[in-house]
């Protein structure tokens, strides 16, 4: 049986899912210069790039829940810190740079999930007792 935090975690990765789905579609990498960048790092093409780096993204999502979260490793806990603060700053980043810009840009659908699902598990993680039994 699933816990409250696994079942946030999960709902997490799947908007990240979705996420990096409205963000290809949107080419992101064409109008944002640190998406790019990154696109770059991974393939001399930004579109492949990018769609790698976002598929690597969501499929370490998916590792995470299904090893080190569900079988409470030692390392879930800072895992989960990882991805409430990379989703929080994606779930304000996102409108953001909507607002600079001055109207759409591709991400900032699905972004207020991101953010009300990273600071969900947060809440969960900073309430969560320590188990000494991971250390």
């Known amino acids: 049986m699933m816990s409250r935090l696994e079942h946030t975690f999960g709902a997490l990765v799947a908007v990240q899912a979705a996420h990096s789905i409205e963000e290809c579609l949107g080419r992101l990498w064409e109008s944002f210069p640190p998406a790019r960048f990154v696109a770059g790092l991974i393939s001399t ?18 590792w995470c829940l299904i090893w080190p979260v569900k079988r409470r490793w030692a390392i879930s806990t800072p895992l989960l810190w990882w991805w409430a603060a990379i989703e929080t700053i994606n779930g304000v980043g996102h409108p953001a740079w909507s607002l600079i810009k001055g109207g759409y840009t591709p991400g900032v659908a699905t972004a207020p999930l991101l953010l009300i699902l990273a600071l969900y598990l947060a809440m969960q993680l900073w ?3 320590p188990d000494r039994s991971r250390a």
């Open 45 to 62: 093409d930004h579109e492949r790039g990018f769609v790698i780096g976002n598929v690597v993204l969501v499929a370490f999502g998916a």
């Open 127 to 129: 309430r969560r007792p």
